[in-house]
């Protein structure tokens, strides 16, 4: 088995990917190839979790009221994205509050 550079498989496929989707990879920093910086991006990552989180509520309150077009299982798989999804959230954040306990506990 050959010796394969994980790390630069995965940014050949996000560059594949991004050329896919007509995204300019020249217009992020070097290492950011959408051009967000740092907070733009957990800005868009809770507001993914969000939005996950207001369909399932929706799905559970269709459900409940007897929407038909609404199956049971429909609304399980959505309950359990929004779990799985606000979980993760909640460990970057915990991993992010550790980080930055770290630095500020650094002697200068």
Not at 3 to 20: F, G
Not at 22 to 33: E, F
Request: glycine share 6%; proline share 2%.
């Amino acid at each position: 088995m050959s010796d394969i550079d994980v790390n630069y498989l995965l940014s050949q496929l996000r560059t594949s990917a991004l050329e896919a989707k007509g995204v300019d990879r020249t217009a992020g920093a070097a290492g950011n190839p959408t051009g967000l910086n740092f907070s733009e991006q957990l800005k868009d990552a809770i507001n993914q979790v969000n939005s996950v989180q207001k369909e399932s509520g929706k799905l559970k309150n269709d459900f409940t009221m007897g929407d038909k077009n609404v199956d049971l299982v429909d609304v399980m798989v959505a309950s359990q994205k929004a779990s799985v999804s606000f979980q993760a959230m909640v460990q970057v954040r915990n991993k992010l509050l550790s980080a930055y306990q770290d630095v500020m506990s650094m002697p200068i």
